[in-house]
């Protein structure tokens, strides 16, 4: 199973979005075990939406679509529900 999850950082209010087959270890990576990229710079992460998928190209193909303007501002709006 693939999971498609959207991270928010309140601290910076930045999302990112990815895909993982271990949600659990991705996250400790976001926040903690990672020592390079683009999310270290945000830390910390809350995770604010997630897909399953049982296929790594149906997930794959989803995470594209959330990282289009439309998906962004889709991941955006769950935000907004979310904090206020």
């Not at 992460?45 to 997630?50: R, S, Y």
């Amino acid at each position: 199973m693939f999971i498609v999850y959207a991270l928010y950082s309140p601290n910076y209010e930045k999302i990112y979005v990815g895909y993982t087959s271990n949600m659990e270890q991705r996250l400790l990576s976001h926040n903690k075990l990672g020592k390079k990229g683009w999310t270290i710079k945000f830390r910390p992460w809350e995770l604010v939406f997630t897909e399953e998928f049982e296929d790594k190209k149906e997930a794959m193909k989803r995470e594209k679509q959330l990282k289009s303007a439309k998906g962004r501002e889709y991941v955006w709006e769950q935000i907004r529900k979310k904090y206020k």
